[in-house]
């Protein structure tokens, strides 16, 4: 005989009603993502900046380096920048500075644009009637590619 396991009693789960006025969508979910986009952007600019001119500053020392015979551990000094550079450039491609700064930058200007549409009543905002659902809904669309860009890039990048 078999013991069956007690049953739970489930409650029903309430449906939850989730209102953002004009305003707090505005600046709960837009402005902040606006913000997140920039500040993403602006950080993947200043990593690619930064890898970018370490690995022109290595490179330049190796040909320097080279023609200094008369510097004691030169060939190991010589082979360890190029290690350096082939990491730092290896760690720069798999990080993808450059198509993230781009990509994030991109996507800040689109939700930046739809404010200012939004905000100046130009079109397609130009109705009052049923503006804010439509900038609402442009803004989700705009998230929602930039998503499923990522989603298929990992996925990608996992196979």
Known sequence: ????????KV????????????????K??????????????????KQFYTVNILVITLSAFIPFLSGLKSLPLNAELTGFLGIVIAVVTGL???????ENWITYRKTGEELNHEKYMYVTKSEPYH?????????????????????KEWTSYVNKKGK
Request: glycine share 0%; aromatic share 8%; charged share 35%.
């Open 1 to 8: 005989m078999t013991k069956t396991p007690p049953t739970e």
């Open 92 to 98: 720069s491609s798999l990080m993808k500075y450059q």
């Open 11 to 26: 409650e029903p789960v309430k449906e939850q009603k989730y209102m953002l006025s004009e305003a707090d969508y505005i």
């Open 127 to 147: 109705e009052d009637e049923n503006r804010f659902n439509l900038l609402v809904q442009r803004v989700e669309e705009i998230l929602e590619n930039e998503h």
């Open 28 to 45: 709960q979910r837009l402005d902040d993502q606006i913000k997140w986009y920039s500040k993403k952007s602006s950080n993947n600019k």
